[in-house]
Structures are given as structure tokens and as C-alpha cells.
């Protein structure tokens, strides 16, 4: 079953324009990560946030993540047409528990950057 | 780094017929998951291995789905019979330790459509 749950499903927005992506869980976790997945390929691992963490940047990346609200943000500041894909949430449980070890992934979020 | 191979790149199938996918992971990574992605859904969690040996296969329908890891290297994952709704990317990807809970590394997939 899905782990996350990415808001909006879809986002388009123009060049330049900051882009925002939430994604809610529903069990607690050891860390959230972020991917990216460009049409007809594979994931791309953007960025990994720890239980313990509320805020990590990675270039134009910010997540966030509010673990009593059990949601995570992903900020792409200066968006750019090449950053047009889907992005992924996924999250890694605690360890006794049922999703220890092995990554749930969300809907995903379809991104479109005009330029 | 060589990344995540898979072959073969795109599958078409009549329903009932017998499918297998390969998928080689990145050297020396421990960990291999077989992910199945739908059409506008995340991927979900097939199969997991540790080297060699089953990790977790809760959501593998064995009645139909099976995976090995020869020498915890290469992985097959083999669909027999196969239906319409097994139509899916199929994601092989890879991780350097289940215990450090680091990025898992994706291939391309396989695009499989059943007829």
C-alpha cells in the first residue's frame, strides 16, 4: 500500500517560478527521501531527510519535514523546464516495524516548467 | 560508476504467456529491489534481496510472480502466467546497506505491456 501522499498532482508553473510539492505519511519513520522520475525512466535520488531533521538544501532544493504533522515539503527554487518530471516521496520505516528496511513510495507529483 | 542495468528495455505479451526481466545492480551493492510501477501510480515494492537471500516478499504474488538473486549478483524476476493488469514498468533497483538506510539507485525499468 502507499506510504505517501503527494499534493498537488499536478503542478505547472513558468520558468523562474518557485516550485512547492507536500507529501503527508501516515506511520512513523526513520527518513524521507525525495526522487525524481523524468518520462520512460528510472528514479532519480534527490535528497534524504532523517527523522531528527527539520530542514535540508541541496542547490536549488529545500525539504522540510514535520514529523508530528508526519508531512514533508520539497521547495525547487528557480525552476528551470529542464526540472519537468515527477516527484516522488518516499519513506523509510522504523526499525520492528512492518516497513522497516524498504522504501514506500507516494503518487508522485507531475511537475511542468514552461519556459 | 556503471549504473543499474535492466533488459529488456520494452516487453510485449499476449495474456497467459510467460515473461522473465534481468536486471544487474551496481558492484558491489548488497541490496536489490524489484519495484512495479502502473501508469500514473508510484512504485510499489515487489521483492527485496540481501545479497542472496529474501529480504521481504509480502507483495509479490507468488502464485504468478517469482525473483532470484544468483550469487548475489544479477536478478531475474519472472511473471507466469501473466495478466492484463501485470501491464507495468518494472524497476529493478539497488543499495550499498539495508542497515545504513541510504538512496537506492534505479534502472531505466521495463516497460511491460499484456495484451
Known amino acids: 500500500s502507499q506510504q505517501g501522499e503527494e499534493d498537488p498532482q499536478a503542478l505547472s508553473i513558468q520558468e523562474g517560478e518557485n516550485a512547492t510539492m507536500n507529501c503527508s505519511y501516515k506511520t512513523s519513520i526513520n527518513n524521507l527521501q525525495w526522487y525524481r522520475q523524468n518520462s520512460g525512466r528510472g528514479l532519480v535520488h534527490l535528497i534524504l531527510i532523517r527523522s531528527n531533521e527539520r530542514e535540508k538544501h541541496s542547490g536549488r532544493l529545500r525539504v522540510t519535514l514535520d514529523t508530528s504533522k508526519k508531512s514533508s515539503s520539497l521547495l525547487i527554487t528557480a525552476s528551470r523546464a529542464a526540472d519537468t518530471a515527477s516527484y516522488f516521496c518516499?519513506?523509510?520505516?522504523?526499525?520492528?516495524?512492518?516497513?522497516?528496511?524498504?522504501?514506500?513510495f507516494g503518487q508522485g507529483t507531475i511537475l511542468t516548467v514552461h519556459p | 560508476e556503471a549504473g543499474v542495468a535492466q533488459s529488456p528495455r520494452y516487453k510485449i505479451i499476449e495474456k497467459r504467456q510467460s515473461v522473465a526481466f534481468w536486471c544487474n545492480p551496481i558492484s558491489g551493492h548488497a541490496t536489490l529491489y524489484w519495484y512495479q510501477q502502473i501508469l500514473g501510480q508510484g512504485p510499489k515494492l515487489l521483492i527485496q534481496f540481501q545479497n542472496n537471500g529474501v529480504v521481504d516478499d509480502s507483495q509479490l504474488p507468488k502464485d504468478r510472480f517469482s525473483a532470484e538473486r544468483l550469487k548475489g549478483v544479477d536478478s531475474t524476476l519472472k511473471i507466469q502466467p501473466a495478466k492484463l493488469e501485470d501491464s507495468a514498468v518494472y524497476l529493478c533497483a539497488s543499495g550499498t546497506n539495508r542497515g545504513k538506510r541510504e538512496k537506492l539507485f534505479f534502472g531505466s525499468g521495463t516497460q511491460l505491456s499484456v495484451l
Open positions: 518516499a519513506t523509510d520505516g522504523l526499525a520492528g516495524g512492518t516497513s522497516y528496511g524498504k522504501l514506500t
